[in-house]
């Protein structure tokens, strides 16, 4: 059974971090990039980060640079995405996805295979 789960959500001051895992199991890790999304209520769903098989590749959407930083580590099949300096804009449910691609794109969500449950992020202002 293929399974992405992520945790580590939950209730931060702005200026705080949050650090998110995706832990997938059921398919081969090791052949899969790993994006996270988040959407937030009335808004599009949107991609945050991702991370290419055997961290081939990483990117980032353009409001988390410097702030975010997505890795993996592949011996627990699990990424990680380290939020620092966190906003109210970043309120959201997070979601992380997994596409067989060294080069995964944050701008095309349907081309991911399998998506894990949400974990929720607030940060109050």
């Known amino acids: 059974e293929v399974q992405l789960v992520a945790s580590g959500g939950g209730l931060v001051q702005a200026g705080g971090s949050l650090r998110l895992s995706c832990t997938a199991s059921?398919?081969?890790?090791?052949?899969?990039?790993i994006g996270w999304f988040r959407q937030a209520p009335g808004k599009e769903r949107e991609g945050v980060s991702c991370?290419?098989?055997?961290?081939?590749?990483?990117d980032y959407a353009d409001s988390v640079k410097g702030r975010f930083t997505i890795s993996s580590d592949n011996a627990k099949n699990t990424v990680y995405l380290q939020m620092n300096s966190l906003k109210p804009e970043d309120t959201a449910v997070y979601y992380c996805?997994?596409?067989?691609?060294?080069?995964?794109?944050?701008?095309?969500?349907?081309?991911?295979?399998?998506w894990g449950q949400g974990t929720q992020v607030t940060v109050s202002s």
């Open positions: 991370i290419g098989s055997r961290g081939a590749s990483t």
């Open positions: 996805a997994a596409d067989r691609t060294a080069y995964p794109r944050l701008n095309n969500p349907w081309g991911y295979e399998y």
């Open positions: 059921g398919f081969s890790f090791d052949d899969y990039g």
